[in-house]
């Protein structure tokens, strides 16, 4: 229960966690022009170093959902977060550029231990009153993991080289899983441990799928994951090339605007704890929009406030969705939040690759307007969320 020491010590441990695996994740993206140079490919394959981790993080994830109802959440987390750490490290010094792809490809598959059981550890350990404001919190560790990765791989890049950027990037993922180890608690809960029955998997997932407010939320994911990487995968493309012409690091601080998005994730949390979620999802997939549109203006100032626009929008809306599964699933929580982290990394996947297709075919404008469609899908999406919860009454 919030409040408690055994609650406070959680909600740390599973903060650093995501800070500490989702850096790994998404420091690549500041880094997609220098594989350009180095490799010799064009933007939309440099893309797959991290279309790829997401794509195998999708597939861990929904493998893991199952894994995670029978060993030790803890440990499971605790492993993957230093194998991914670790390989991290070994793939920076990758010349191949297939090599290097099999690299992320592998740390994909390893945090796919992270995130889905760490929400359902959330579910089944936590006070169910207190759910959606840890769910949040862990939220804004990825978003801060993810931000501080994009940072200072950027910054890293730009003043010695990528390589070194990413080793430290796997060596800061290893000291948080030290981190993490200490400070969770053992669960309270123990998974059933009764072995891979693969028919009472198949049928939770066919349950959850039959719900259709669990599959509205599904959607809800692959529109937030879809736009949100899409976007940050291309829009450093932009930034460099005139007429801003900044320089890396310049767009690496730019990226410190993640900030507002961490902070709004955890009032997120708070708002949809007391007034319900549908209107604040709503509310957030307009923002998002919003922030799409001023990304195409031709002024730097308008631009920031563009992707400090869709970033806030965006924690909004993964916050509130990703926590609102946990609570709409009435039962094998750990397969309802692997479907919908599946569904998340699945639209990171598919459109960041898409997004490098437009990209090299007219630039950032089609990437945009793909995105904004995208977004508007989202927006449809939560309007009948909010019409299907006034029908419940």
Not at 168 to 192: K, S
Not at 281 to 301: D, E, F, K
Request: hydrophobic share 55%; charged share 10%; aromatic share 8%.
């Amino acid at each position: 229960m919030r409040g408690t020491r055994g609650y406070r010590r959680a909600v740390a441990a599973l903060f650093i966690a995501g800070h500490a695996t989702f850096s790994l994740v998404f420091c690549i993206q500041p880094l997609l022009p220098d594989l350009v140079g180095t490799f010799r490919i064009g933007a939309a394959e440099s893309a797959l170093a991290l279309s790829l981790t997401t794509a195998a993080l999708a597939l861990a994830i929904l493998l893991s959902g199952m894994i995670a109802e029978m060993v030790d959440r803890r440990r499971m987390m605790l492993g993957a977060m230093l194998g991914a750490g670790l390989v991290g490290m070994a793939g920076s010094l990758a010349t191949d550029w297939h090599l290097f792809l099999a690299s992320r490809l592998l740390e994909g598959l390893l945090l796919g231990g992270m995130p889905a059981v760490a929400l359902a550890y959330v579910a089944v350990e936590v006070d169910p009153r207190d759910v959606g404001r840890a769910s949040a919190i862990f939220i804004a560790g990825t978003g801060l993991g993810a931000m501080m990765g994009r940072v200072g791989a950027g910054i890293i890049a730009d003043q010695a080289s990528w390589r070194l950027a990413l080793a430290v990037i796997g060596g800061l993922t290893v000291l948080g899983a030290m981190l993490f180890g200490i400070l969770l608690p053992q669960p309270v809960h123990r998974p059933r441990g009764n072995g891979l029955n693969l028919r009472r998997h198949l049928k939770a997932w066919k349950s959850h799928l039959a719900h259709r407010r669990l599959c509205l939320l599904l959607l809800q994911g692959f529109v937030l994951g879809g736009v949100f990487v899409t976007f940050f995968n291309f829009i450093g493309f932009v930034l460099m090339a005139p007429p801003f012409n900044l320089t890396q690091t310049v767009i690496s601080l730019i990226l410190f605007v993640y900030a507002f998005g961490i902070v709004a994730s955890i009032v997120a949390g708070e708002v949809s704890a007391r007034f319900g979620q549908a209107r604040p999802l709503a509310a957030g997939m307009l923002v998002m929009m919003a922030g799409i549109a001023l990304s195409t203006a031709a002024s730097l100032p308008v631009v920031i406030g563009g992707i400090i626009i869709l970033t806030i929008g965006f924690f909004v809306g993964h916050a509130i969705a990703s926590g609102w599964v946990g609570q709409v699933a009435r039962h094998d929580r750990g397969h309802a939040t692997s479907l919908y982290l599946l569904s998340y990394y699945g639209g990171a996947s598919l459109m960041g690759w898409v997004g490098g297709k437009l990209w090299d075919g007219g630039g950032w404008t089609p990437v945009a307007l793909a995105s904004l469609a995208l977004a508007a899908l989202g927006l449809l999406l939560a309007a009948l969320a909010m019409r299907w919860r006034a029908a419940a009454g």
